[in-house]
């Protein structure tokens, strides 16, 4: 069993920053990879990005080169760096463990999850 918190969530400016963090509990934390995903009202939870139990990152199209996926083992932590933020990253941010794999984008392939954390990016 693997029990995750998110934080970090909240209001921002267009072209602002959030940071946000998952905190885990339960399974050895780098023994499984780690994933964010987000859903905005009305639409399908995407994928965002994952990591690798060893660091290895993979992110979708729609955010590289703006947000950062890290984690540090010690402190069972992953954690999302958001920059550059524009109107349509207003989502609910979710963190999910991939205890089988890793560089999985499909929401059905994780295996434990958060409850979420609001982001809203104002224009």
């Known amino acids: 069993q693997v029990q995750l918190v998110e934080s970090g969530g909240g209001l921002v400016q267009a072209g602002g920053s959030l940071r946000l963090s998952c905190a885990a509990s339960g399974r050895t934390f780098s023994s499984y990879a780690m994933g964010w995903f987000r859903q905005a009202p009305g639409k399908e939870r995407e994928f965002v990005a994952t990591?690798?139990?060893?660091?290895?990152?993979y992110y979708a199209d729609s955010v590289k080169a703006r947000f950062t996926i890290s984690r540090d083992n010690a402190k069972n932590t992953v954690y999302l760096q958001m920059n550059s933020l524009n109107p349509e990253d207003t989502a609910v941010y979710y963190c999910a463990a991939d205890i089988g794999g890793w560089g999985r984008r499909r929401y059905t392939e994780y295996d434990y999850w958060g409850q979420g954390t609001q982001v809203t990016v104002s224009s």
């Open positions: 990591i690798s139990w060893s660091g290895n990152t």
